[in-house]
């Protein structure tokens, strides 16, 4: 289709171990977000992406959370040596254009599901 | 710190009722105001972006409104249905340096019986 994909949509991972996890924005969109969703809770901003440019890496919990989008389309999100408390949804969403001082909507993507045992 | 919160935190009403969600939010400075509904396991979808300007919008069934200065939105849903169930949260974008970050609400979790 055409919105916004991420894979993988469940992921399970033992702590201590690394993951990865990607997202693919609505072709042509300027701008890529990323949001950590705790279970019972609104979305928290993560980090946001111009193109390959990330301008705003501040919601990023700890020095273990690590995003690039090298070519300006495709994300990942990396974490190193999980913990428990980084179990969440963690969701990706575009924008067609440079978002400071934008009103065009975000699109999300359905998530991934990270469980970390 | 911009705070935004949802009441209530879950509703359930009839089918057909006309209901409103509320939502409010500590920090005045926003540069606008959205709603979206979330199903479950599934991503957010954007309801209504009501601009700082704005004092309403409506898409179909739904109308938001803003007053920015008591810090306040209602997101009024008419004629509900069963398919509206879902959970709605609302999120406001601050004015000034990173007007791109979305503030959300918990949600309120909407019911709709038939």
């Known amino acids: 289709g055409a919105g916004v994909s991420q894979s993988p949509r469940y992921k399970v991972a033992k702590r201590g171990q690394d993951v990865a996890l990607r997202c693919d924005p609505i072709s042509g969109h300027v701008s890529l977000f990323w949001y950590q969703q705790a279970l019972g809770q609104g979305p928290e901003f993560l980090t946001y992406?111009?193109?390959?440019?990330?301008?705003?890496k501040s919601g990023l919990p700890s020095d273990r959370f690590f995003a690039e989008r090298p070519e300006g389309s495709v994300s990942t999100l990396k974490i190193q040596r999980t913990q428990q408390e980084d179990s969440a949804v963690y969701l990706c969403a575009s924008s067609l254009v440079e978002a400071s001082y934008s009103n065009q909507p975000q699109h999300f993507g359905d998530g991934t599901r990270l469980s970390i045992l | 710190k911009q705070e935004v919160t949802q009441i209530p935190a879950a509703l359930s009403v009839p089918e057909g009722e006309n209901l409103v969600l509320n939502c409010s939010f500590t920090d005045s400075a926003i540069y606008n105001l959205q709603w979206f509904r979330q199903d479950p396991g599934k991503g957010l979808t954007s309801l209504l972006l009501i601009q700082s300007s704005q004092r309403e919008q409506t898409s179909g069934r739904l109308n938001a409104s803003l007053d920015k200065s008591s810090g306040r939105s209602t997101l009024y849903i008419a004629a509900s249905q069963p398919g509206d169930s879902a959970t709605y949260l609302c999120?406001?974008?601050?004015?000034?340096?990173?007007?791109?970050?979305?503030?959300f609400g918990k949600g309120t979790k909407l019911s709709v019986i038939p």
């Open positions: 992406f111009q193109n390959e440019a990330q301008l705003d």
């Open positions: 999120a406001v974008t601050p004015r000034g340096a990173g007007s791109y970050q979305l503030t």
